[in-house]
C-alpha cells in the first residue's frame, strides 16, 4: 500500500479524536452555562421572594382593616353605653352594626389565619431553595474548577492535532484529500474504509468481485460502489 494512503487513514485518526475532543469541549461549555441548576435556582428565588412579599403587604393590609373595624366596634360601644341613646330603635340599630361589624372583624381573621398559612409556607419554600443555592454553590466551585481543567487540556491536545493535522494534510493528494474531507464530514466519524472480506465497511454492502479486484488494483483509494466514502484494500 502505498504511503499516501496510511497518512489518509493517519489523518482519520486525527480527525476522529478532533471531533471527540469539540464534543468535549461542548459538552463543558453547556456544563458550564447550567452550573448545577444554580441560575434556575436563583431565579426560583425571586419568584418565590416576590410571592412573600405579596402575602406580607396582603397581611399588613389586612390587620389595618381589622383595626379599624376595632376601633369603630370600640367607637360604637362608647356610644352604646355612653347615657346618650335616646331611645330603643336607636340602640338597637348600634348593637346591629356592632354585631355586623364583629362579623367582619371574623372574617377577617380568617383571612389573616389564611395569610399566615401561606406566609410560612412559602417561608419554608424559600428557606429550601437558599440552602439548596448554598450547597449547590459550594459543590460547584470544585466541579467548575475541574470543567475549567479539563478543557484547557482538551483545547491544548486540540491545538496539537491542528498542527499535526496541517503536517499531514500536506503529503496527501489535494484531490484525493478533499474526496476524503467531504465524505468524512458527510458521515460524521469516517472518509476511508478498508475493504473487509469483499464487504464495505461505510455500507455493509457486499461488494461485486469485479469491483473488490479495482480497489485491489488501484494504487490510490477509490470512491466506494455505494458513493459515500473513499475505499481501499
Ligand atoms: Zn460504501
Redesign the pocket.
Known amino acids: 500500500m502505498p504511503e499516501n494512503n496510511y497518512t489518509l487513514f493517519e489523518l482519520q485518526d486525527l480527525d476522529i479524536k478532533k471531533k471527540s475532543l469539540i464534543n468535549g469541549i461542548t459538552n463543558i461549555d453547556k456544563k458550564l452555562e447550567d452550573s448545577l441548576g444554580i441560575k434556575e435556582l436563583n431565579l426560583n428565588l425571586e419568584l418565590v421572594i416576590k410571592k412573600l412579599n405579596e402575602q406580607k403587604k396582603a397581611q399588613i393590609k389586612i390587620n389595618q382593616l381589622r383595626e379599624l373595624n376595632e376601633y369603630e366596634i370600640n367607637n360604637l360601644n362608647t356610644r352604646l353605653y355612653s347615657g346618650q341613646i335616646r331611645n330603643n330603635k336607636e340602640a338597637e340599630a348600634i348593637k346591629f352594626e356592632i354585631e355586623s361589624k364583629n362579623e367582619t372583624v371574623q372574617q377577617i381573621s380568617t383571612r389573616n389565619d389564611k395569610v399566615n398559612e401561606n406566609i410560612k409556607k412559602i417561608d419554608q419554600i424559600k428557606e429550601n431553595l437558599e440552602l439548596k443555592i448554598l450547597s449547590s454553590e459550594e459543590k460547584w466551585i470544585d466541579i467548575k474548577n475541574n470543567l475549567l481543567l479539563d478543557q484547557k487540556k482538551y483545547k491544548q491536545h486540540l491545538e496539537k492535532i491542528y498542527t499535526e493535522r496541517v503536517k499531514i494534510s500536506k503529503k496527501i493528494d489535494k484531490q484525493l484529500l478533499n474526496l476524503y474531507e467531504r465524505f468524512f464530514s458527510l458521515n460524521g466519524n469516517f472518509g476511508i474504509?478498508k475493504i473487509d472480506n469483499d464487504l464495505?465497511p461505510?455500507?455493509k454492502?457486499k461488494l461485486p468481485n469485479a469491483f473488490v479486484e479495482k480497489v485491489k488494483i488501484s494504487p490510490t483509494p477509490i470512491i466506494?460502489?455505494?458513493g459515500?466514502?473513499l475505499?481501499m484494500e
Open positions: 474504509v464495505s461505510c455500507c454492502i466506494c460502489n455505494c459515500k466514502s475505499i
